[in-house]
């Protein structure tokens, strides 16, 4: 059980709460005190020392603490782990030198998660699965009554059910006969819904007995470096077991480009079909390891994906997706057969793909589209995947317009000189004091820093920005009087930890060649975003709410982003995250028909835009090439940080 | 090229016309002139000789005439062919005995083929075919005009054809690309109409260029021997080709029920089903070759079949088809992939198999209900197929009522002691001399006779009954100055074909059980009729029309079948035969989509009885087993034909 603990940190007296368990070191960033800590809190530099005065932490251990200094209370604040009421004392070497305590670095905020809810799906009646199983008791047959298996069944769901316009599909048929007798007549059959109302209903399944209550659908997204997918009960909607792997086709390729390119050599297209369908199936025997769900009472399977995934995988030609004018082969998918697609599921399984916008607005963005209710709001809502590419939609239930930025690869911490994807040993998270520009590191895994990741760069970016240590353009104020700022190869450059803070055998350093990428990137996504808002004639302000998707939405420091320019000024209690939109809009499919069916007018609604057929686009990215931008009256929060910083 | 001839039979001076071609004994055959010939036309008894005074025959040599006589015009009848004009002298030893050639025996009907009238389809505006193709030309992508290409061929159909509701399928969309690409987005389109007006219509299948005028079709029978199949052009809707090969089932059993027996066996029914598609798949190869029509092109297949012969090609368990309640798993069947029936066909190919009564009246008949225009005519029509099951069927556009008559094997040859399928040497003709009874045997092949078929012992037990040779009861009439009736090991017996004049090693006979297993066959067929006209509230000689369906049907000789009471009393010029009606009808349904709808309507009125079930048809049956009925009233034709004979 978690608790609340009061943690008294000293010089300054000033008390804050936490949770037991939590790390003092987090406590303590979060709520603005700077501990100095270089090395990311793998205990490697041991420049973190706190002395507990009053209570007790766990942890905190270190060879580089004496027996001696331990007795006194001594511990590494990045191992400390908070148990009960602590009162802590930050040595002058660790706040270091000047100011102390009373100076804050300033809070960070995140965004709110939106969690997916059963409850208002049902409450709005939209809880209506695709699939859905009834229980039967049919008249066997005699001599007065020999109707056709098939025909009593509909008889029988006709009478029961009121259930019209069915169709029973070649294996329930192959089934039928001994479903029907081995339990006198009593029978549970799957009924699968038409998309359209004016569609048949089909008889998927039949089986002997009640079986009503085990009725399973899979959802899964498929990202270009990951395949998601989550068992769910399609009678209670509950998820039964979630699951990742790396998509099969990363050896031939890290982004889409070069998948494509892949798809298009003799072979790879079937290669690139064969290697995605085979993580799906390891996804899914991973499930149903997971779960009590044997893998014939898989009935259903919904798959969200960007465009060229959602290519690959049906083996559709993704050539000219690549090429302008950037043409898919289709943005719409008809219903098809899980065997069809070589996944491993029963013969009448059902794979319904999300369809798609354009090239670069795919349906994993529809589906986070449909999956967080942007869809259905009055709210006008920005709803942002940030990656390689960002997409981009604007809108409420009255229209939706979207586009893709091609923003480049550094948030995933390509084109960075110490960039890396978000993994043990990468800063993801970083302050600084803000007289002796210290950084305060923490890296993924607490291992000793091996370089930094995208939300790394970003809260890096922000924080020397916000500290005067690097200008409007990026570049380093060399006035400063720190080591940390040095020229480098590329010119400019921070040292973020030391050689031997690290476990690498080099300096950890951020550059100005860095921060430039950095500034290109995100200018082309708040250009794109601008832009679009324009285009349909409203104003950035006009805003209401914000929905970030994807793996680098959950980690993004909101200041930080609004700090740079990433993301409009905005209050951050209207910026919601989704996570894993695709797979959220995937599960909302296999729950709600209603929802299936909105897909397609949302579709229909959608406008897709060109940027860089737009005139201004260009405009308003070169605008952008600031930090924040060019008009700084568009952030008023970022003078307001750092005046705080400089009157602190 | 034919020509017609003038014959002239002597003695008596008789001159009839007939065909250049034709054989002559053929010709004396139809029209009543007596010819003893008991070899079957196979030169082997030497019985048919005659003299030719005037003008020439080709053939009709045999080494059983010297050169002298052949020199004086002597040739066997049975093997000369009419030329020209010619005299005929029927000498005493042949035309026999006493009366010579002013007795006749009875004139022959047969019933008039009904022929497929693709013109009268189209003037009735039902020539539709369900898959059509049609020819795009449309704009290419552009930067300003980047839509999926899935979504310009939908726009392109919309504006060029105003199609709506369109789905492509996947193999569709797997070539899109390449389909637009390489002609300038000039393309064809393969369209399948849904069978339901408020259904999709499906692309199945793109082709770059202009193919429009070749688009293909398959419409296929199975039948329990053999299957039959058809290559139609879809565009002009002639068949191309047309083929047949026995049932590759047929090894594991002669009837259905032994088919259903293997195939409730472990493996049985993927044997029988494969066993099946290999039949038809060698039936497509052979129709494919007689034509310039790739495999590729054939975008359609319509099935008809009896009710087992379609559950073995589905793989539904047929178990139950034949036990009571004979209760068939389905008889509606969902449009089925063509390759899930391990048939070799394109991808995109779907099979539509028609659909069934019961388990004894099955898609063969509904088929030809369509297929003979039946279901909607304003006559009272009975349409019947004859075979080891007979199907009946009664009605009009209004309402049709159908049952199944169990007949026993006795018209396939069954249970009769020379019993024979309808093959090479089977007797299937006859006539005989009213005073000497002598009989006129014709073998299929003109090969010395080796058994007896079912239209052979159909008109057999016909003549022997209007000459009196049998009685009301089948029984030989002991009193005859013949050698022919004697007494053999099932009772009396008469004397076909003498050992020396057989292909086989010993006389030919017709017996009184054979005979008793003839009447109960054609008593169960009659009183079917009787039962099932009268159960609507009609009377037999309401009937105004009589549709003859099935291999038994075009060789069936309808006075022989009035005569001993098969079908009843009736004007043969209202009594059609549509050969393979249920070829037709799978035909029809290639070429028009109208039928299609109509067949659901059509199917939903059509009410079946069980017979077994129905009080009164056990009365009638037993009133049946004579010849030709207990009620002679019912049949005042047998009478008139009977005296006509005896003041001869």
């Not at 939209?126 to 109707?147: G, H």
């Not at 089934?175 to 339990?183: G, I, P, T, V, Y």
């Not at 963005?365 to 709803?383: E, F, N, P």
């Not at 951020?510 to 082309?524: G, H, L, M, T, Y």
Request: aromatic fraction near 6%.
């Amino acid at each position: 059980m978690k608790k609340t603990v009061s943690v008294t940190f000293e010089p300054g007296g000033r008390i804050v709460q936490g949770q037991s368990g939590e790390m003092l070191i987090d406590l303590a960033r979060s709520q603005g005190v700077h501990i100095n800590a270089s090395c990311g809190g793998s205990g490697v530099c041991g420049k973190c020392r706190i002395i507990i005065e009053k209570g007790g932490v766990e942890g905190g251990k270190s060879e580089k603490i004496s027996a001696e200094d331990f007795e006194k209370g001594v511990r590494l604040a990045c191992s400390s782990v908070m148990i009960d009421d602590v009162t802590v004392r930050v040595p002058t070497d660790s706040s270091l030198h000047k100011g102390g305590l009373s100076l804050q670095v300033p809070v960070r905020h995140r965004a709110m998660e939106h969690h997916f809810d059963i409850d208002s799906l049902r409450k709005e009646g939209l809880f209506f699965p695709p699939v859905e199983k009834v229980a039967l008791e049919l008249p066997p047959a005699s001599a007065t009554d020999n109707m056709a298996d098939a025909g009593r069944l509909v008889q029988g769901l006709k009478n029961q059910y009121d259930e019209h316009r069915l169709i029973i599909g070649l294996p329930a048929l192959r089934k039928l006969r001994d479903a029907l007798r081995e339990k006198n007549f009593n029978t549970t059959v799957t009924l699968a819904r038409p998309v359209h109302n004016n569609g048949k209903t089909h008889v998927v399944n039949v089986q002997s007995g009640n079986w009503v209550n085990r009725n399973y659908g899979l959802a899964v997204d498929i990202g270009t470096t990951t395949v998601w997918g989550q068992l769910i009960d399609l009678h209670t909607g509950e998820i039964l077991a979630y699951t990742g792997d790396y998509n099969g086709q990363i050896s031939y390729g890290e982004d889409v480009i070069s998948r494509i390119i892949y798809a298009e050599k003799p072979k790879g297209a079937e290669l690139m079909q064969e290697l995605v369908a085979a993580t799906i199936n390891k996804v899914i025997t991973t499930l149903l390891a997971e779960s009590d769900v044997d893998r014939d009472e898989i009935d259903s399977i919904t798959v969200a994906a960007n465009t060229t995934m959602t290519h690959l995988f049906l083996s559709l030609e993704p050539h000219n997706i690549r090429r302008a004018p950037y043409v898919p082969v289709s943005t719409f998918f008809p219903p098809i057969r899980a065997t069809d697609l070589n996944l491993d599921l029963p013969k009448h399984a059902i794979a319904l793909l999300y369809p798609a916008i354009s090239s670069y607005v795919g349906g994993d963005i529809v589906a986070g589209v449909m999956g967080s209710g942007m869809y259905r709001t009055d709210k006008l809502t920005l709803y942002i995947d940030i990656g390689t590419n960002a997409e981009i939609v604007i809108g409420s239930k009255e229209w939706l317009v979207c586009a893709a930025c091609s923003a480049g690869p550094a948030f995933e911490g390509g084109g960075i000189g110490y960039g890396m994807r978000a993994a043990n040993g990468a800063i993801s998270d970083f302050s600084m004091h803000p007289q002796t520009f210290e950084p305060m590191n923490t890296t993924i895994g607490r291992k000793a820093p091996i370089g930094i990741c995208g939300s790394g760069l970003l809260i890096i970016i922000a924080t020397l920005f916000e500290h005067g240590v690097i200008d409007q353009r990026g570049k380093f104020n060399q006035d400063l009087d720190t080591p940390r700022i040095r020229k480098g190869k590329s010119g400019g450059e921070f040292v973020l930890a030391w050689k031997d803070e690290c476990g690498i055998n080099s300096d950890i350093t951020i550059s100005e060649v860095d921060i430039e990428n950095f500034i290109r990137a995100k200018a082309a996504i708040y250009a794109g975003v601008k832009t679009l808002v324009e285009e349909v004639g409203l104003h950035i302000t006009d805003l209401e709410r914000i929905i970030l998707a994807g793996a680098f939405g959950s980690y993004i420091d909101l200041d930080s982003a609004m700090t740079v320019g990433l993301l409009p000024e905005f209050d951050a209690g209207k910026i919601m995250y989704v996570g894993n939109g695709s797979l959220m809009g995937a599960r909302m499919s296999e729950l709600s028909n209603h929802i299936r069916q909105d897909v397609v007018n949302a579709v229909q609604k959608m406008t897709s835009f060109e940027l860089s057929e737009v005139a201004k686009f260009k405009d308003e990215y070169v605008a952008s090439l600031f930090l924040p931008h060019t008009d700084t009256g568009l952030f008023p929060g970022v003078k307001n940080r750092k005046e705080a910083l400089l009157n602190s």
